[in-house]
C-alpha cells in the first residue's frame, strides 16, 4: 500500500513509499483510512525531537489523525464490524495515519461523528481529546472560571475555545488581527489582538491559561494567574508527571529539572504548572462524537489537500499560520 514513510529523522526524512499492508492483531481495528489530519506533533516526530520519550524506530510511517472506514476486526475485539465509519488518534508508536491502512488498537477507536465528513472528522480526534483532557482532567474547569487560551486560530485552540465555552468558562483568547473576527464566531468572549497588544498587560484575573507557545509565552501566563490559577503548557517543559504518565518513573528527576526554573517562579507566583501531553483514548472521543454531532462542538478546517500531497500539507502546517486543522483526503 502507498504511505508517508520517515526514513530517517529529519525535516526531509519524510517520503512517499510502498509499504506491507498491516495485519491487525487479536485486539485491532484495521481502518481504510480516507482522511488524516496534520499535527505539529508530526513534525517533532518525524525530526527525532522526542526520540527518547518516544522511540520510533525507522523507518515508520507517519500520521496522528484519522477518520476512516473498518476494514477487519481483530478476534477479541467487541463493538466494531467491518464497514463502520471511525475516527482515531492511534496510540503513541502505533502511529501511521498517513497511509491507505492502518491498524489501530480497538481501545483507541470510536464510531465517526455522523455529522462530520471524514476530512471534517480526520480534523478532531488529537485536538479534542487534547482540549478536554486539559482543561477536564486536569484543570478542572468550572462555570464561570475565566481562562485564557493562547493561539486561538490554530488547530488546537479553536479547539479548546469551543470546549472552555461548553464547560461554561468566560475566554479570552489570543489571535492574529485577521482571525479575531472567527475566534469569536467559535465563542470566545474576548479575543486579543497579538500584533498590537502586549499579552503581558493583560488583568491579572485568569484562573487557568493554557500555552502552546513556549517558554517567554508561559512565563507571561504565569503572571496572569489569579492566586492558585493553573498555567499548562502543552509544549514544555516537561514535568515529573509526565514522566509518571509515559510509565518511565525512573524519568522523573531529568522531568524535574528541566522544568525546575518554571516550577519554582510558579511557587513564587503562587499559582501552579502542569505540562500536559495528551493520550488516545476511543471511550472519550465516542462522547466527543456527541457533543460534534450535536453541534456543540465543531471542527475548524483550514485547508484539505490530496493523500499525494501529503508533503505539502505538513510543510503548510509547519509554516505555523494554520488557521484551524490541515486534512489530507483519498
Ligand atoms: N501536548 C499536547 O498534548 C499537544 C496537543 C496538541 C497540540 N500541541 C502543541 O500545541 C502547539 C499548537 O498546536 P496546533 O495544532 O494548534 O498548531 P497550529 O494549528 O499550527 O497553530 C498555529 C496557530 O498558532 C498561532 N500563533 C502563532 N504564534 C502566535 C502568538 N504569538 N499569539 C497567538 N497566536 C499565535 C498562529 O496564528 P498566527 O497566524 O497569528 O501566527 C496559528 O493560527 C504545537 O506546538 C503542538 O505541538 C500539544
Not at 18 to 31: N, S
Amino acid at each position: 500500500m502507498r504511505a508517508f514513510v520517515v526514513d530517517h529523522h529529519g525535516p526531509d526524512g519524510l517520503r512517499p513509499a510502498e509499504v506491507p499492508t498491516p495485519r491487525p492483531g487479536p485486539g485491532d481495528v484495521l481502518v481504510d483510512v480516507r482522511a488524516a489530519s496534520i499535527n505539529p506533533l508530526d513534525r517533532m516526530v518525524r525530526d527525532g525531537e522526542f526520540k527518547r520519550l518516544l522511540p520510533y524506530r525507522t523507518p515508520f510511517v507517519l500520521g496522528h489523525d484519522l477518520a476512516g472506514v473498518v476494514r477487519a476486526v481483530g478476534s477479541d475485539v467487541r463493538g466494531f464490524r467491518v464497514g463502520d465509519e471511525v475516527y482515531a488518534r492511534p496510540r503513541d508508536l502505533r502511529i501511521g495515519a498517513f497511509a491507505e491502512q492502518l491498524a489501530v488498537d480497538a481501545a483507541d477507536v470510536a464510531l465517526k461523528p455522523t455529522s462530520l465528513s471524514f476530512a471534517e472528522a480526520a480534523a478532531v480526534p488529537l485536538v479534542a481529546l487534547a482540549a478536554w483532557q486539559a482543561l477536564v482532567e486536569v484543570a478542572d474547569v468550572r462555570p464561570g472560571q475565566e481562562v485564557l487560551v493562547h493561539a486561538g486560530a490554530g488547530g488546537l485552540g479553536s479547539t479548546v475555545i469551543q470546549v472552555a465555552k461548553h464547560l461554561g468558562a468566560h475566554v479570552t483568547t489570543t489571535a492574529h488581527t485577521r482571525d479575531l473576527e472567527a475566534v469569536r464566531a467559535l465563542g470566545a468572549d474576548e479575543a486579543v489582538d497579538h500584533t498590537t497588544t502586549n499579552v503581558a498587560d493583560l488583568p491579572t484575573r485568569y484562573d487557568v491559561v493554557l500555552d502552546s507557545l513556549g517558554a517567554d509565552s508561559l512565563h507571561t501566563s504565569l503572571t496572569l494567574l489569579r492566586p492558585g490559577g493553573l498555567a499548562i503548557s502543552v509544549v514544555g517543559p516537561p514535568d515529573p508527571a509526565f514522566a509518571t504518565q509515559l510509565g518511565h518513573p525512573l524519568l522523573r528527576p531529568v522531568m524535574a529539572l528541566l522544568s525546575r526554573r518554571v516550577r519554582r517562579r510558579a511557587r513564587r507566583l503562587g499559582v501552579r504548572y502542569s505540562f500536559f501531553f495528551m493520550r488516545a483514548d476511543g471511550a472519550r472521543l465516542a462522547q466527543l462524537a456527541a457533543l460534534y454531532e450535536d453541534g456543540t462542538l465543531r471542527p475548524v478546517l483550514d485547508r484539505t489537500f490530496d493523500f499525494d500531497q501529503t508533503l505539502e500539507a505538513v510543510a503548510h502546517v509547519e509554516h505555523g499560520r494554520a488557521r484551524g486543522k490541515v486534512v489530507v483526503t483519498r
